[in-house]
């Protein structure tokens, strides 16, 4: 299995835990994603936020050992584009109603803040319900917003697997937004299993139909095809709540397997997409 070394670390291997990094040595960390294979090859430079185009950031919804340098060509994107005041992080969950999460972890960058009054609206979508569960890949683009962005305010929403994009959710999930400096980033993945050349064909395909904001045809492609990607209920709920926020367009950011990244064998690997919604 091929490593991207880097000065310090090993893609693929992370520090056993990242909470007891300094703030400089994360900093560093995050950085070497960066500047890895199917990396942008540099640091953002901050856009400015007046014309910022992004409405939703498809990200995978995988830890950074497997996805590290196209969630790193991801946030490279967003910083670029000019990053928001508020984000809305979309994690996919077992929970039978949406959930907002709780009191989020202090990270080695400080307090992961929040605006009181959007943690309202968005509790009040939930429908008063709260939890604390949070996958550890959900952390990890908590730290990447943390260091690129400055001062994010940030909120977590649990969406359950059956809730489809045709749901009254998203409609009022896009109202209670729609006039905020946001950006929410929809954490998902493309294919799960497949060979490395087959889950390229495939997610290819699925590509073509999501950054054209196709909802209901990439539902059916998955259908067709019997594709089970990761955060579905994500994916296709971004792609609605990004087309009645108003985006027109998707953009192509980067796009790698595991296998591209050398963290799988080409027999079963997962497909790992950066996508941008945008205005």
């Known amino acids: 299995m091929g490593e991207e070394r880097t000065e310090n670390f090993v893609f693929g291997k992370l520090p056993s835990d ?19 294979k199917f990396g942008p090859g540099a640091l953002p430079n901050p856009g400015a ?24 060509h991801g946030y490279y994107a967003l910083v670029q584009d000019g990053c ?4 809305v992080l979309l994690f996919e969950s077992e929970s039978l109603e949406p959930y907002l999460v709780g009191e989020l972890q202090d990270t080695p960058f400080g307090t992961v803040a929040k605006d009181a009054s959007l943690y309202d609206s968005l509790r009040a979508l939930c429908r008063n319900h709260i939890d604390t569960s949070v996958p550890e890949y959900v952390y990890h683009h908590i730290l990447f917003v943390q260091a ?11 969406i359950p697997q059956q809730l489809g994009p045709d749901a009254s959710f998203w409609k009022e999930f896009a109202e209670r937004i729609q006039h905020r400096n946001i950006v929410v ?3 998902a993945s493309l294919s799960h299993g497949d060979p490395h050349h087959r889950a390229r064909h495939k997610d290819w395909l699925t590509m073509e139909m999501i950054l054209k904001l196709d909802g209901p045809s990439t539902e059916k492609h998955f259908t067709r095809l019997r594709l ?21 367009q998707g953009h192509y950011i980067r796009y790698a397997t595991t296998f591209d990244l050398g963290v799988s064998d080409n027999n079963s690997v997962i497909g790992l997409a950066a996508l941008a919604l945008v205005r």
């Open 84 to 87: 928001p005041s508020d984000f």
């Open 18 to 36: 990242l909470s007891s990094l300094s703030t400089s040595d994360l900093k560093q960390f995050l950085d070497s994603f960066f500047f890895m």
């Open 228 to 248: 089970k990607p990761s955060g579905k209920s994500v994916l296709l709920g971004g792609i609605e709540l990004a087309r009645l926020m108003g985006a027109k």
């Open 148 to 158: 690129y962005c400055e001062s994010p305010r940030i909120s977590v929403l649990a």
């Open 49 to 72: 936020m007046e014309s910022r185009r992004i409405v939703v950031l498809l990200l995978p919804d995988e830890k950074l050992e497997l996805a590290g340098p196209v969630i790193a």
């Open 185 to 187: 980033l929809a954490l």
